[in-house]
């Protein structure tokens, strides 16, 4: 059965620094792998999606992710933090199974930047 | 293109009622999906349904139940609600079917059962 970790369910950064939130996924077969993220009061929007054309990812905002089927990561970053980049953000893999699928999420990991 | 649109946007119904909250999907979506998210479970995926058919259900009871138009538009029904639906219900669509495909999410419906 496929699944998500976040690690963190809660993560705090400065303002300029890296941004880093963890993804591992467990899947049988070559999963997709997809960031969102979700801001106050909103729905999800997407980040970035892994479809196997390449294991380095370049989102919105400035993120990107790359996928390491070594160490089954699929982990989010971004250079530098803005104030702006508070949200929540999930991880969520999905694959066929039986000619069917469901889109698995992680519990998501809430990011605050502090000034 | 107008964005996913959910209503009511807020809900507030007792124990043993029944609800029905309602999507439309971006125009030319044919996949909509329905979510239950709450802070202690997070995401839980409901259904999908694509051209009118729900193509895949996750692990939630009968009494929660859905069906999509044949405009896409879809509709969600929780019967006997009971303390614990208490959630934000999210729907999102997609051009085609959901799994290889970027989601497009609503603002939700937030549903409280006293």
């Known amino acids: 059965a496929q699944s998500v970790t976040q690690l963190g369910s809660h993560v705090s950064v400065s303002e300029g620094a890296l941004v880093l939130l963890r993804c591992n996924y467990s899947s049988s077969v070559p999963p997709y792998l997809f960031w969102y993220v979700q801001y106050p009061n909103q729905g999800l929007q997407l980040l970035l999606k892994y479809t196997s054309a390449a294991t380095l990812v370049k989102g919105i905002n400035g993120f990107e992710a790359e996928f390491k089927k070594s160490e089954t990561s699929f982990h989010l970053t971004k250079p530098s933090a803005h104030m702006s980049d508070a949200a929540e953000y999930f991880c969520a893999v999905s694959h066929a199974t039986s000619g069917t699928y469901k889109y698995i999420f992680g519990t998501g990991t809430r990011l605050k930047v502090l000034a | 293109k107008a964005g996913v649109t959910q209503t009511p946007r807020y809900l507030i119904k007792t124990r043993g009622q029944q609800v029905t909250l309602s999507c439309s999907p971006i125009s030319g979506h044919r996949s909509v999906s329905w979510y239950q998210q709450t802070p202690g479970q997070g995401l839980q995926f409901l259904f999908e349904?694509?051209?009118?058919?729900?193509?895949n259900k996750g692990n939630f009871p009968g009494r929660f139940s859905g069906r999509q138009f044949s405009n896409s538009r879809s509709e969600m029904n929780v019967s006997t609600l009971e303390l614990g639906d208490s959630a934000l219900y999210l729907c999102a669509s997609s051009p085609g079917l959901a799994g290889n495909n970027e989601q497009f999410f609503g603002p939700g419906t937030r549903l409280t059962v006293l």
């Open positions: 349904y694509f051209s009118e058919t729900q193509r």
